[in-house]
């Protein structure tokens, strides 16, 4: 179980950290290479930048989920 869930812990971190860097900063980012600069701007982000910043939480819940459980699993043993 705790392989299972160190498994899933660093493809999260590794996710995290793309989707992290995905995002639009100050003066753009990467998502501009995958046609987040092109936004047609409802409540002032794209639909993209919506989608990126609910990919990037759920994944941010499920690391921490794997992390918390993680260390209920170390404790017990």
């Known amino acids: 179980m705790i392989i299972a ?10 996710l995290l950290v793309l989707l992290v ?26 639909v993209v930048e919506r989608n990126l910043d609910r990919l990037t939480i759920g994944t941010g819940i499920i690391w921490l989920a794997c992390i918390v459980a993680l260390g209920l699993l170390m404790k017990q043993q």
């Open 5 to 14: 869930f160190s498994i899933l812990l660093m493809v999260t971190s590794a």
């Open 21 to 46: 860097l995905l995002h639009k900063g100050k003066g753009g980012g990467l998502s501009d290479l995958f046609g987040g600069g092109i936004s047609s701007s409802l409540g002032g982000s794209s």
